[in-house]
């Protein structure tokens, strides 16, 4: 999942994860507190209801009672004047919260609670006076808040007679207190968890991540380039963990490639040391010779000098051949491609080396597979370099008397392949991979008569690859080696 689709759901919960678990959470409060509204009271009553109006809720606990005192003020007065009735009355309110007051003229002559009616005594209409109707109530506001019903009458002696039936409004409040309070703690429970979840799925999908990164990047800053990063997800920060994966090999394969570069570079002045020795020490002895003349003859002077060239000449093919790899393995050898003739190409190459192999015994085959009219994209100075290149390898390992080079071009759709074949020493299996590293030798000792910087293969590998083809090899040991590459096709 994308780092951006996780944070939409994560800002999506947010808001509706605490929503949902309010409504149900309040829900169920309000339904609790509702229930035990209808257990204490005997009243059924909606949730708004007690929120906004709860002294509607109180007026229905006493109407019945109520009722019934204006059905008797109105039909049967003598019954009001009967204290048995008012105290049968008032234990019936008592169950509803509630008590009940009986004045006669200015005189209390029944209280159902003593310390309540000194709180309001002085707030009680007279006579007749009773306004503000709330319901059949009239509601005394301030610091202790009842709701009182009252009913005029007269008594049987014509003295001026009123009912009082009080309700105490703070006996409801304790129950909406509750439901604010729990609503307020579930609000923040809720509010808590959800908080703590989604922090831990973020730690989980992009903290915990970003901290082994954070690890890898100081093992790469100590040198450590073998300790791997791995995850699992799709998101950008997986993404950003197998980039920063991919660096972490590449850094590791530039600083081993290094590394081997440098050993390949030793063992190069090594090798680059002993080749210029041998052929120094040849001169400095025959040139001591002609010095101290050794040679007394002219055919011995004649012969002291060839040598001299010669391994001058032989010191010289190695020199280049070492600037001319510098030069390729920085990127700094211009190439010049052009569409050239395969044919004619290839039979000027051959023509010019028939001369070469047949100086060491060894007998050059040609045989041109495509048509005569194809053309390949090359720099032709480069590509003669390859050729001779492979073909100097193939006569410096070939140790048969009747040796024999193939040279073979063969049709492969969009590109050419040539194969150059020998029947020479061969090459061992487990070093044939190797053969196109640079400075790499199959012949590893310095005292054969093979010589060379191991550089060859190498040019030839760099410049095929430079001219869009592919180059590789096959050996039998004692049998022969055939190296072969592609060139591709002008269009």
């Given amino acids: 999942m994308k780092l951006k689709h996780r944070l939409i759901i994560a800002f999506l919960i947010m808001i509706a994860m605490p929503v949902i678990l309010i409504s149900v959470t309040a829900g169920t409060i ?83 609670n003593e310390e309540k009616l000194a709180m309001i005594e002085a707030l009680l209409p007279d006579y007749g006076t009773a306004s503000t109707e709330v319901d059949g109530g009239i509601y005394l506001g301030g610091k202790n808040s009842f709701l009182v019903k009252l009913q005029d009458f007269v008594f049987t002696d014509n003295s001026k007679g009123t009912i009082f039936v009080i309700t105490d409004v703070n006996i409801l409040m304790p129950q909406i207190k509750a439901v604010a309070i729990q609503s307020v703690i579930s609000l923040i429970v809720i509010l808590f968890l959800t908080a703590s979840l989604l922090i831990f799925w973020i730690y989980r999908s992009i903290l915990k991540p970003l901290n082994i990164l954070r690890i890898a990047t100081d093992h790469i800053k100590d040198g450590d380039l073998d300790y791997s990063v791995a995850s699992d997800s799709n998101d950008e920060i997986g993404q950003l963990c197998e980039d920063f994966e991919s660096m972490r090999l590449r850094l590791k394969r530039l600083i081993d490639d290094k590394i081997q570069y440098e050993e390949n570079f030793k063992e190069l002045v090594s090798n ?72 004619d190409y290839f039979e000027d190459c051959v023509e010019e080396l028939h001369l070469e192999v047949e100086i060491k015994n060894i007998k050059l085959d040609y045989e041109n597979l495509v048509d005569c009219d194809v053309k390949v994209v090359a720099d032709a100075e480069q590509l003669k370099r390859v050729v001779h290149n492979i073909i100097s390898n193939s006569v410096k390992y070939m140790d048969k008397p009747d040796g024999i080079i193939k040279i073979r071009i063969v049709d492969e759709d969009m590109f050419v392949r040539v194969d150059i074949e020998d029947n020479g020493a061969g090459i061992d299996e487990e070093e044939l991979p190797f053969i196109f590293d640079r400075f790499y030798r199959a012949d590893a000792s310095r005292g054969t008569k093979t010589g060379g910087s191991g550089l060859g293969l190498a040019i030839a590998k760099k410049v095929i690859e430079d001219h869009f083809g592919k180059i590789w090899a096959t050996s039998v040991k004692d049998k022969g080696t055939t190296i072969s590459f592609t060139l591709k096709k002008a269009v």
């Fill in 30 to 112: 309000v339904r609790f507190q509702m229930s035990s509204i209808h257990e204490s009271y005997d009243v059924e009553a909606k949730t708004i209801q007690v929120i906004t109006n709860p002294i509607q809720i109180l007026n229905r606990i006493t109407r019945g009672i109520f009722n019934e005192i204006k059905l008797y003020s109105i039909n049967l007065p003598e019954k009001l004047s009967d204290l048995d009735y008012y105290q049968e009355i008032d234990e019936q309110l008592k169950l509803k919260h509630s008590f009940l007051i009986v004045r006669k003229d200015d005189e209390f002559i029944y209280v159902g």
């Fill in 272 to 343: 680059i040391s002993h080749d210029l020795k041998t052929p120094l020490t040849t001169i400095k002895g025959y040139a001591e010779g002609l010095i101290d003349g050794v040679a007394d003859t002219e055919e011995k002077q004649n012969k002291y000098l060839r040598t001299i060239y010669n391994k001058a000449n032989d010191m010289t093919v190695l020199v280049d051949e070492l600037a001319y790899y510098a030069k390729i393995d920085s990127n700094t050898i211009p190439y010049s491609f052009s569409n050239i003739s395969l044919a």
